[in-house]
């Protein structure tokens, strides 16, 4: 059962542009957090915001130093 099931979405955008990318981070029950974005390799961590951050990093890579991912809820309400 899902009962504990958590996903949040998120986006890749650069710092006041528009948005490159979209994926998630959701609960993994072995291992904490599971995020993914298209074309890169899943992350793990205890935490949603280590998996944000890990994925922000390997964004940048990819985009560029101006990017950031955001988790979607809480760029809405920025």
Do not use: W
Request: aromatic share 8%; proline share 4%; net charge negative.
């Amino acid at each position: 059962m899902l009962n504990d099931y958590t996903e949040e979405e998120i986006i890749v955008h650069p710092i006041h542009g528009m948005q490159l990318s979209e994926g998630y981070i959701r609960t993994d029950n072995s291992k904490g957090f599971r995020g993914c974005l298209p074309g890169l390799m899943p992350y793990v961590g205890k935490t949603i915001e280590e998996v944000r951050a890990r994925l922000e990093q390997r964004a940048q890579a990819y985009y560029g130093d101006d990017v950031i991912v955001e988790i979607a809820s809480q760029a809405i309400a920025n």
